[in-house]
């Protein structure tokens, strides 16, 4: 987490959270590693509760969780990649390419009509 959080102050920043959108990479990155941790936090609390009770019904449930808990570390582990993936693309771009990205940005606001103002009337 502390890695992704990280990008918070670079450039790639913008990128990658794509001015707030709430389906942004950012913010699928983000959900994807909090729910490694609640599944990986559920298979534990699963596991101890299947060997304390002996009760083979959580003993199956813990067994789902262990196998399902590898697999998202699999998936969380790949979407780390491509975040780096995309970080090495911006680095790559240079002063040049940022400087490019918010030229793209400013006309798309400046072609955007001005937000009326209330006169107070």
Do not use: C, W
Not at 48 to 57: E, F, H, S
């Amino acid at each position: 987490m502390a890695i992704v959080l990280a990008f918070s102050s670079a450039p790639i920043f913008r990128l990658l959270a794509n001015e707030g959108d709430p389906r942004s990479f950012f913010m699928r990155l983000i959900a994807s590693l909090v729910h490694f941790i609640v599944v990986q936090a559920a298979a534990l609390i699963l596991g101890v509760l299947g060997k304390m009770t002996g009760n083979r019904i959580a003993d199956g449930f813990a067994l789902f969780f262990l196998f399902y808990g590898v697999m998202v570390t699999v998936a969380t582990g790949i979407q780390l990649l491509q975040t780096a993936g995309l970080y090495n693309a911006q680095a790559s771009l240079g002063t040049e390419g940022e400087q490019a990205a918010l030229k793209r940005q400013s006309d798309q606001q400046a072609s955007q009509p001005p937000a009326s103002i209330p006169n107070g009337d």
